[in-house]
T-cell receptor, first 107, second 119 residues
Framework: LAKTTQPISMDSYEGQEVNITCSHN???????ITWYQQFPSQGPRFIIQ???TKVTNEVASLFIPADRKSSTLSLPRVSLSDTAVYYCPGGYQKVTFGTGTKLQVIP | DAGVIQSPRHEVTEMGQEVTLRCKPI?????LFWYRQTMMRGLELLIY????????DSGMPEDRFSAKMPNASFSTLKIQPSEPRDSAVYFC?????????????????FGAGSRLTVL
């Protein structure tokens, strides 16, 4: 089972860069790494994917080292609206999410 | 595209009653997932389907839970009889599918969820 591990919670002040790291110890060779964001009373929403090195889109950056045993989601200059739960699910067909990382952005 | 559509959005029922949650996946998506979310256990995968066929139901907590996908555009999750510990938010998600030799992530699109309260 492709299980991932991430911190339960993080706090950050507005305007700071936030990095959330996930461990992917059982990642399969062909699996891509994905991250999702969930706001209260909504379903999770896909935000970024990658296989190796660095990927950047309008929302976040994703850093994946060569051994692919971990990944880091980077949110630049967070605002209050970035307060959410962030997930790095494991698996490709059987996609498992877990408890995620609850990010609280403080004014 | 209307996205993944779930109904009802909220359901309050009494212990022992039957509950049926419904899901309409995104047209053209071949995989469908049912998840349950609680504060204590996070987002748990209950069951997933590929091309309307149940592939893995190992997350279904008990025989009281059952899921069906009679066609590509509809799925149900049934709890009979319901118990207070079943109270949770149930999410349905769909994805384009899982080809054998794939490139890229299996990106899921979630519905808004069905909040179930069993009294």
């Amino acid at each position: 089972l492709a299980k991932t591990t991430q911190p339960i919670s993080m706090d950050s002040y507005e305007g700071q860069e936030v990095n959330i790291t996930c461990s992917h110890n059982n990642i399969a060779t062909n699996d891509y790494i994905t991250w999702y964001q969930q706001f209260p009373s909504q379903g999770p929403r896909f935000i970024i994917q990658g296989y190796k090195t660095k990927v950047t889109n309008e929302v976040a950056s994703l850093f994946i080292p060569a051994d692919r045993k971990s990944s880091t989601l980077s949110l630049p200059r967070v605002s209050l609206s970035d307060t959410a739960v962030y997930y790095c699910p494991g698996g490709y067909q059987k996609v498992t999410f877990g408890t995620g990382t609850k990010l609280q952005v403080i004014p | 595209d209307a996205g993944v559509i779930q109904s009802p959005r909220h359901e309050v029922t009494e212990m022992g009653q039957e509950v049926t949650l419904r899901c309409k996946p995104i047209s053209g998506h071949n995989s469908l997932f049912w998840y349950r979310q609680t504060m204590m256990r996070g987002l748990e995968l209950l069951i997933y389907f590929n091309n309307n066929v149940p592939i893995d139901d190992s997350g279904m907590p008990e025989d009281r839970f059952s899921a069906k996908m009679p066609n590509a555009s509809f799925s149900t999750l049934k709890i009979q009889p319901s118990e207070p510990r079943d109270s949770a938010v149930y999410f349905c998600a769909s994805s384009p599918g899982t080809p054998l030799f794939s490139s890229g992530a299996n990106v899921l699109t979630f519905g808004a969820g069905s909040r179930l309260t069993v009294l």
